[in-house]
């Protein structure tokens, strides 16, 4: 299956409907044709790894070729001048978080462009480095506990961004960090305490949103069964 009869299919797919409730989301209705992920994944399977359709999808601007693209996209081949393109083009929390867990979390740049992103003033690029944080908390199982605790400094900084994105990239980071391991937990509950005395509304809503999950009994049984399974 070649570019333009992707882009026929995806059109045939069209669903104006579900753009509405798409936007009512948040989701970006510009350039969106409104298909499912549901449907967009199988037809990723469909049709295979592939680098250079990747790009071509990207580069069209359609919000659901874009997912698209992510989907087929091969980490092994990805550039950090790649992410960095794809990163700025980010129009939409959806396309950014997907492209992070689901494919730049995946390659040799990831953790490098944590600390380049963040340093970022525009809105989906600086979310895009939490995102990746979130998404390597979960994925990257050979990562240490010292790296992840080398981004705190990262998200005690940032917790004060009050625009909607980043804020709620930089508590899904803690998050996930925090649900870790039972190590990671109590550092970020620390981190997120701490965080709670800032002058922010933003950091303090990160933090009491972060604390309430990671203090949970459902957390703290899972964690500790994770525990006895090692």
Known sequence: MDYEEILQTLKSLSNPENIKGMARYGINPQN???ISIYMLRPFAKEIGTNHNLASQLWDSGIHDARLLAVFIED???ITG???DRWAQTF????VCD???TSLFDQTVYAWKKVFEWAERNEEFVRRAAFSLVA?????DKNATDHEFETVFPLIKQYAVDERNYVKKAVNWALRNIGKRNIRL???????????LTMK???AKWIAHDALRELRSEKVQQKLERKKKRK
């Open 32 to 34: 969106n044709l409104g």
């Open 185 to 195: 937990n109590k550092k970020t509950i620390q981190l997120a305490e701490e965080i």
């Open 135 to 139: 998404g390597l908390a979960v994925h």
């Open 81 to 83: 001048e790649q992410m």
């Open 91 to 94: 129009d939409s929390w959806d």
């Open 200 to 202: 922010s509304r933003s």
């Open 98 to 100: 997907q492209a992070c």
């Open 75 to 77: 980490p092994a081949q």
